[in-house]
């Protein structure tokens, strides 16, 4: 994935109504009309928002007669999550460092502590 398109995808996904509609896409596809009911906007307000998430690569649009439904497109998503994958590899090994430091320390004040030491 580009930069560029990441960067599209992050800015899409920055805004909760974007998120909202992205979430109520899971569910299936659907019309404008539809997904603008829960919101408290227009229709056009609603396309404002489609139109974003379609240049992000998120959703698209099909046209059915006068219907025009919209679907996710989860490859985008995947994308992302390959992206944001060698992050969550960098912090499971911080972590995983994490915990041997944090039971090298509860060891060392349990021995302390059979010794009649206790550490504050």
Not at 23 to 31: D, K, N, Q, V
Not at 51 to 78: F, H, M, N, T, Y
């Amino acid at each position: 994935m580009s930069t560029d398109q990441l960067s599209a995808t992050f800015a899409a996904l920055a805004d909760p109504t974007r998120r909202a509609i992205l979430a109520r896409l899971t569910l299936g596809e659907t019309t404008v009309s539809e997904l603008a009911k829960p919101f408290k906007m227009s229709g056009p307000a609603v396309s404002k928002h489609l139109k974003v998430l379609e240049r992000a690569g998120l959703i698209s649009r099909g046209r059915e007669a006068q219907r025009r439904p919209c679907r996710i497109a989860p490859d985008a998503l995947k994308d992302v999550d390959a992206w944001l994958e060698s992050y969550r590899a960098l912090w499971d090994e911080r972590l995983d460092r994490l915990e041997v430091y944090l039971r090298e320390v509860q060891a060392k004040q349990k021995k302390g502590k059979r010794h009649g030491r206790h550490d504050r």
